[in-house]
DNA sequence: TTTTGAGTTGTTCGA
DNA sequence: GTCGAACAACTCAAA
């Protein structure tokens, strides 16, 4: 990696091109572009071709915006220089380099397969007209082929992935957030973030983010200043129960690199707070994100094809729109399931157990085809990520990389009874159902029975499946494409 | 090369 | 309510 640099980039400017790293802090790309001590442009380009990047969904559009919206202010306050482009980011980078005449580009790497292409073709194209053009490790704490088996091999499974990452280098101390930025003082074009169109207009939907999240670095902050001081004492003993608001909520934070793992792993282990499992499990978590990213690297369609070739066989059920729609909108008639799926509509997230009984309902009860939910994942999550939701997808189908998946089929009403016994989280995202007791709330009644729950009851829906049948027949399903 | 132990997150049934 | 066993067979990792 090691290459000859030109000498002339004495005051010249440098780009640093920002993509999944929108912050300041912890950021290497931009710290190496402060350290030349060159004036400087921080450049976001908005790539619609989906050969590169998979197109945002409209959760993750809504994000984007917010979070841009939040590093131009930060930038402008230190007196550097945001620019804003749309289009082919080969050619967008390319030309702010001739247009600034510029010394240096700068980036975090990227790991999916399209990613990789082009920024080694800027690379390459940056190089070829005598420029330095870096790239640096800010988005993962375990780049994917620094951790493999002895043959070169990549894991297929997460505690040999983690074991291994244990025994390399430690992670890096996060970097210092440079105080200024000695932007450039040239007439350059920029977008306006609005013209991108990145909100909702008609309809608003995005009242309920709004109520819950704060995109960008310093929500991300204190999203993980909060979960240090206030959660992650009880981590390990909550963080399975919906209603315990023990999560990070993180996620869409890293997704959007506001935050990077470093940062994150370097906060949760510095804390004294409650027993130290707490957060060597939290920590593992972030591993999971690292093993997910691993097998997006090794795996480049990860959200379309089957790890397990033999589940290309799966007789699911033909895509029965209304049913499908059921599911998303949360009319199932399974409360779990539709507290689930309505947290998620109205704030663009949901709780990670709960992620798992609803991809489990619709794959295992409704026999539908993993990537439908995925699919819808990815347009509602504000986290939606191309490692970890692909990846979280198959391993609930069971056509992932780990073994054993045959009995996982969860019953969403003993995870109900489970993790929400006071059904407090059931009350809050299915109203019609808020003046069950406990006892009540995990399990409506088929259809044709008399209630005795009063008018309020009757506006929601039976079960749209028996739980126990449909059961039987996703292990029958399974049984079909077993290998031998 | 062969062998051995293990594999995030579960459910049901019967005692 | 709680507990242990059964639920298959296979793949993966590492010795």
């Known amino acids: 990696m090691e290459q000859p640099r030109p000498t ?17 802090a912890d950021n290497p790309a931009l710290s190496a572009a402060v350290d030349e001590g060159n004036p400087l442009v921080l450049l976001f380009v908005l790539d619609d071709n989906p050969e590169v ?31 804003l482009r749309r289009g082919d980011a080969f050619v967008e980078v390319l030309k702010l380099v001739e247009e600034l005449d510029a010394g240096a580009v700068f ?34 704490m375990y780049e994917p082929w620094t951790v493999t088996r002895e043959d070169g091999q990549p894991y297929g499974v997460y505690s040999a992935f983690w074991r291994a990452c244990a025994k390399t280098a430690e992670p890096r101390d996060p970097l210092a957030e440079p105080q200024k930025l000695n932007g450039v003082d040239a007439e ?56 315990a608001e023990a999560s990070s909520r993180l996620s869409p934070h890293l997704r959007f690199g506001e935050i990077s793992p470093f940062q994150v792993r370097a906060a949760v282990l510095a804390s004294r707070n409650g027993a130290a499992e707490n957060r060597s499990k939290f920590v593992a978590e972030l591993g999971w994100r690292e093993f997910n990213y691993s097998l997006l690297f090794f795996n480049p369609n990860l959200d379309s094809e089957n790890m397990r070739r033999n589940f290309d066989g ?4 033909r895509a029965d729109s209304a049913i499908l729609e059921k599911w998303q909108h949360g009319q199932t008639g399974i409360p779990l399931v539709d507290a689930g799926m309505r947290q998620l509509w109205h704030s663009g997230w949901m709780h990670n157990r709960v992620r798992m009984v609803v991809a489990s309902f619709l794959i295992k009860n409704l026999l539908i085809d993993w990537r439908e939910g995925e699919q819808w994942f990815w347009d509602t999550l ?8 692909a990846a979280n997808w198959q391993w609930v189908a069971g056509s992932g990389v780990d ?77 079909q494409i077993k290998s031998h």
């Open 314 to 317: 799966f007789p699911w059920n």
């Open 403 to 479: 073994s054993a998946p045959f009995f996982r089929v969860f019953n969403p009403v003993l995870q109900s009874s489970k993790f929400d016994p006071q059904g407090d989280y059931i009350r809050r995202w299915v109203p019609e159902l808020a003046h069950l007791p406990a006892k009540q709330i995990h399990e409506r009644p088929a259809g044709g029975e008399v209630t005795l729950d009063g008018a309020a009851a009757d506006s929601y829906p039976r079960p749209i499946v028996d739980l126990k049948a449909t059961r039987a027949a996703a292990l029958a399903a399974f049984d």
């Open 382 to 389: 504000v986290d939606a990520d191309p490692a970890n939701n």
């Open 53 to 83: 990047v998979r197109p945002r969904g409209a959760a993750g559009r809504w994000w984007l915006h917010g979070s841009l919206h939040s590093l131009g202010e930060r930038v402008a306050e230190r007196g550097g220089r945001l620019i």
């Open 188 to 243: 350059l074009a920029c977008d306006a973030l609005d013209s991108w169109e990145l909100l909702p207009t008609a309809p608003d939907w995005a009242g309920g983010f709004r109520e819950e999240w704060t995109p960008g670095e310093p929500g991300a902050q204190s999203r993980l200043e909060e979960f240090v001081r206030e959660r992650i004492a009880r981590y390990s003993g909550q963080r399975d129960r919906p209603g």
């Open 8 to 24: 002339d980039t004495h005051g010249r400017p440098s780009i640093v091109w920002l993509r999944d790293d929108l912050r300041l």
């Open 107 to 140: 980036w975090n790497r990227r790991y999916g397969a399209g990613e990789r292409t082009q920024d080694s073709a800027v690379k390459r194209a940056v190089r070829d007209t005598g420029r330095v053009a870096e790239s640096f490790q800010g988005t993962l």
